[in-house]
């Protein structure tokens, strides 16, 4: 379903270059809850905005069943794929409600059709009773939830998570992960997990990808890959239980 092919990018800047990802050859099968598990600065959000069009490659290409993401600016925000950025971005001056409704109006729905979707969303990520709050009235995993919500407002087939958990605590964590399983299997959705955090890939991730340096340097089965590793970013991974 999702096609990585060589992916590469390198920012420029005057004098220095940084090459964030170099040869990403990566594929994400439909109903994977896929992870994506590096230290800081391997190049995983880079990655995730690769694939959701926010940001041209230098090189190679990302095929979403068999089309190629165009590379507009706002592009993978479409109807394909819905994302959850590192650290939220909801819109301060904007109730949940307003929030959740914002991709649904800028597809050009109509209010009622607005209105019904955005109860059915809250009532998915639990927060009925919250639509008229502001995220500054929010906890952490409530916010992270009207981010998740938002994200399915257009029905996408992929949900793109860059560090879904990383703020959390362990319980709220639990909750915020049960959800997008509970999204993958339900509603069919594919799920894409960047993180930094074993814990993650070990609860719900079915494949992983070990990214190190803006290279793969390992993918399986999670079960496989974290039970016995087979490259040095691994065992590292492990060894710091990051
Ligand atoms: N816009 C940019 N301009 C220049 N360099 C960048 C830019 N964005 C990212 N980088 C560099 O690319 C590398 C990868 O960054 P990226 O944000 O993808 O890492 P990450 O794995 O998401 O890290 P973290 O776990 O801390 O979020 C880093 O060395 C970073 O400094
Ligand atoms: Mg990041």
């Not at 090189?59 to 109807?79: C, D, F, M, P, W």
């Not at 409600?97 to 639990?126: C, F, H, M, W, Y």
């Not at 960047?194 to 079960?223: D, M």
Request: glycine content about 10%; proline content about 3%; hydrophobic content about 40%.
């Amino acid at each position: 379903m999702i096609k990585i092919n060589n992916l590469s990018k390198i920012f420029r800047q005057k004098d220095t270059q940084v090459t964030a990802l170099e040869n990403i050859t990566l594929e994400i099968e439909k109903g994977d809850i896929f992870g994506v598990i590096g230290m800081s600065g391997a190049g995983k959000s880079t990655l995730l905005r690769c694939l959701s069009g926010l940001e041209k490659p230098t090189g190679g290409t990302v095929e979403i069943n068999g089309s190629r993401v165009s590379l507009q600016k706002g592009a993978g925000l479409g109807r394909q794929m819905g994302v959850v950025f590192q650290g939220y971005n909801l819109l301060m001056q904007k109730t949940v409600r307003q929030n959740v409704a914002l991709p649904l109006e800028i597809a050009g729905r109509d209010k009622e059709t607005r209105r019904q979707k955005v109860e059915s969303l809250l009532k998915t990520v639990g927060l009925a009773d919250k639509a008229d709050c502001y995220p500054s009235q929010l906890s952490g995993g409530q916010k992270q939830r009207v981010a998740i919500a938002r994200a399915l407002a257009n029905d996408p087939q992929i949900l793109l998570c860059d560090e879904p958990t990383s703020a959390l605590d362990p319980m709220t964590t639990g909750q915020v992960l049960d959800l997008l399983k509970e999204i993958n299997s339900r509603l069919s959705v594919t799920v894409v997990i960047i993180t930094h955090e074993l814990g993650v890939v070990k609860s719900i991730c079915n494949k992983v990808a070990v990214i190190s340096n803006g290279r793969i340097a390992e993918t399986g089965p999670a079960r496989q890959v974290l039970g016995s590793p087979g490259s040095n970013a691994t065992k590292l991974l492990l060894e710091w239980r990051v």
